[in-house]
């Protein structure tokens, strides 16, 4: 299983940046996903997540009304689209795939760093 994000880059505060992660290896139809961040010297935290239809998605406070996540199943790809972006919003990006309430699958991050 590999699931690859990309997307991520040097922006300043305001603008717009869409995330996107490419899985391969399992039935991206099937999973959950979700997207997770973590700040230099903090710990990871939960971004949001979109279910297996894309029908719905969930986000954490922080990033509601600004983020939003959509999936495309047939090319096994979710994405995460940031928009009115903050400094605080400058992290490591994961995707994660989750089956049965259990992130089993995490990506690579990808860096982005917010300016302000």
């Known amino acids: 299983v590999r699931l690859q994000a990309f997307g991520g880059g040097l922006v300043q505060a305001g603008s717009s940046l869409r995330l996107s992660c490419a899985a391969s290896?399992?039935?991206?139809?099937?999973?959950?996903m979700g997207w997770f961040r973590q700040a230099p010297g903090k710990e990871r935290e939960f971004v949001g997540r979109?279910?297996?239809?894309?029908?719905?998605?969930y986000y954490a406070d922080s990033v509601k009304g600004r983020f939003t996540i959509s999936r495309d199943n047939a090319k096994n790809t979710v994405y995460l689209q940031m928009n009115s972006l903050k400094p605080e919003d400058t992290a490591v990006y994961y995707c994660?795939?989750?089956?049965?309430?259990?992130?089993?699958?995490w990506g690579h991050g990808t860096l982005v760093t917010v300016s302000s």
């Open positions: 994660a795939a989750n089956l049965w309430s259990t992130y089993g699958y």
């Open positions: 290896g399992l039935t991206f139809s099937s999973y959950a």
């Open positions: 979109i279910t297996w239809s894309g029908l719905s998605s």
